[in-house]
């Protein structure tokens, strides 16, 4: 099927451990992009991509890392992961003719 | 930094009545507005979008203002259904800005039958 999928949709992990969330887009659009919401704070932008191998920080990437080596892919690591990590994430992708998508995002729990 | 915010937190309307939800801007660069609706569980879904040059766009139900003197904007939906309960965002983007979008924290709709 045609879209953004996130996977995993759930996910419980320790405090230090590393965990990586996936992105798949089957457009091959440009601009990926990774948020994620807390409350109180809305979505922030952790990082974003304008094209493979092009990445970029947003507002929060402070213990983040991300990589994008095919266009459709766009991967979001948690290299020692902390409580405050503990989010809902959400990748994006637009065409940048402003048509933006999300996914149906991953919950994250650091225990 | 700048930001996109809203004036209220929850909005509770009956079923039928159209509901207002509110949203201030701070960056005076941005060009392009979007709604976007956020049901429980799952991602930000497309409502409707305004660029700079417009102040009034309408959809299917939906009608979206702009005031750009006062850095305003905000969303009607007529005839409210309980299926339009949701958090409702708005966004904002600049022109340079490589498609990031900037978010206001959410408005949460919801609707007494």
């Known amino acids: 099927d045609a879209g953004i999928t996130q996977s995993p949709r759930y996910k419980i992990t320790e405090t230090g451990r590393q965990v990586t969330l996936m992105c798949h887009q089957t457009?091959?659009?440009?601009?990926m992009f990774w948020y994620r919401q807390d409350l109180g704070h809305g979505l922030r932008l952790i990082y974003y991509?304008?094209?493979?191998?092009?990445?970029d920080k947003g507002e929060v990437p402070d213990g983040y890392v991300v990589s994008r080596s095919k266009t459709e892919n766009f991967p979001l690591t948690l290299e020692s992961a902390t409580r405050s990590q503990t989010s809902v994430y959400f990748c994006?992708?637009?065409?940048?003719?402003?048509?933006?998508?999300f996914g149906s995002g991953t919950r994250l729990t650091v225990v | 930094g700048e930001s996109v915010g809203l004036h209220l937190p929850t909005l509770s309307v009956q079923e039928g009545d159209n509901s207002i939800i509110n949203c201030a801007y701070s960056?005076?660069?941005?060009?392009?507005f979007i709604w976007y609706k956020q049901e429980s569980g799952k991602g930000p879904q497309f409502i409707i979008d305004?660029?700079?040059?417009?102040d009034k766009r309408q959809g299917q139900r939906v009608t979206v203002l702009l005031n750009k003197t006062v850095k305003h904007l905000s969303l009607q939906i007529a005839a409210t259904q309980p299926g339009d309960s949701a958090v409702y965002f708005c966004?904002?983007?600049?022109?340079?800005?490589?498609?990031?979008?900037?978010f206001g924290k959410g408005t949460l709709l919801t609707v007494n039958p």
């Open positions: 960056n005076s660069a941005s060009d392009y």
């Open positions: 457009w091959s659009h440009s601009y």
């Open positions: 966004s904002d983007l600049s022109g340079g800005s490589n498609y990031k979008l900037t």
């Open positions: 991509s304008a094209a493979a191998d092009i990445t």
């Open positions: 305004i660029r700079s040059n417009m």
């Open positions: 994006a992708t637009t065409t940048g003719n402003y048509g933006y998508t």
